[in-house]
């Protein structure tokens, strides 16, 4: 029989059969050293245990989800969307060949400053805009296709909407600091919850910030995921340029200009130098 890891406690995994039913399992001593993951596609044996662990679209490390096909990054006014994280879980999509849906949630508290987040990213990813969470289920779940993840940064409102896709809380709401701006991160464990007709969707902890290292990327290559960097780039002196400020740099010339987001442009030179410093091993 072949099933869906939906959750991991553990030695135990709750697996979601092909027909609708969800068993309770253990995997073969074999499998121990790659592991099984939420999210991994998996044949069962005979004594229904698993057996095999079918090939992965992708897999990712912190959180532990296997096989994402969409995420929906959840950013709001209140607490400020962290833009630098967005960028890079932009990038990570893009890595991990995984679709990004732009999710700006509170858009009541500053109607303003959610229309300036779309006005910058509308070509980058698709974006849905809310202010209510009743408004944003309408718009989410006919978007959750296969394996989607939700992210952002803490008090964004992703375990809300998590519990409002499913009428039931099961996802731990976390509070919002005035005084430092953020919110608490409750998130502890990753699992799959089956929405509709075999689509699923996970609350994960792991995507509130994003490491640069978890990327994997070489600072040298970061320029190629800013794709709006591209068309100004032939206006470079070098074609090595690295659009680092440079004075024949046609990319900052743009920047300059009011071509490119001053955000986006901003984000780059801090990734890039992150990266830069990042020992290889």
């Given at each position: 029989?072949?099933?869906?890891?939906?959750?991991?406690?553990?030695?135990?995994?709750?697996?979601?059969?092909?027909?609708?039913?969800?068993?309770?399992?253990?995997?073969?001593?074999?499998?121990k050293?790659?592991?099984?993951f939420v999210g991994d596609h998996v044949v069962l044996?005979?004594?229904?245990?698993?057996?095999?662990?079918?090939?992965?679209?992708?897999?990712?490390?912190?959180?532990?989800?296997?096989?994402?096909d969409r995420m929906f990054i959840v950013v709001a006014p209140v607490p400020k969307a962290d833009l630098y994280t967005l960028d890079k879980l932009l990038i990570f999509c893009k890595?991990?060949?995984?679709?990004?849906?732009?999710?700006?949630n509170k858009r009541d508290l500053d109607e303003k400053y959610c229309k300036e987040i779309e006005k910058i990213y509308k070509n980058l990813a698709k974006t849905i805009i809310f202010?209510?969470?009743?408004?944003?289920?309408?718009?989410?779940v006919p978007q959750i296709k296969g394996v989607c993840a939700l992210a952002g940064q803490s008090a964004v409102g992703k375990s809300s909407i998590i519990n409002a896709i499913l009428g039931k809380n099961v996802a731990k709401i976390d509070t919002f600091s005035k005084k430092i701006e953020r919110g608490k991160q409750t998130t502890r464990t990753v699992q799959l919850y089956n929405i509709n007709r075999g689509n699923f969707l996970a609350d994960t902890a792991g995507f509130s910030k994003l490491d640069e290292h978890?990327?994997?990327?070489?600072?040298?290559q970061a320029k190629n995921y800013f794709q709006e960097f591209l068309p100004f780039s032939s206006d470079c002196k070098y074609s090595s340029c690295q659009h680092i400020k440079d004075k024949d740099?046609?990319?900052?010339?743009?920047?300059?200009?009011?071509k490119i987001?001053?955000?986006?442009?901003?984000?780059?030179?801090?990734?890039?130098e992150i990266l830069k410093n990042i020992k290889k091993y």
């Open positions: 029989m072949n099933g869906l890891v939906l959750k991991k406690q553990a030695d135990e995994f709750v697996v979601c059969l092909e027909n609708g039913q969800n068993v309770v399992t253990k995997a073969r001593k074999n499998l050293k790659d592991g099984v044996d005979d004594e229904n245990m698993i057996s095999q662990i079918q090939h992965r679209k992708n897999l990712l490390v912190r959180p532990p989800l296997a096989n994402v890595l991990n060949n995984i679709e990004p849906i732009l999710c700006v202010s209510t969470i009743d408004d944003s289920v309408l718009k989410i978890l990327l994997n990327l070489d600072c040298r740099c046609g990319v900052a010339k743009a920047v300059e200009d009011g987001s001053k955000e986006r442009y901003s984000n780059y030179l801090k990734l890039y």
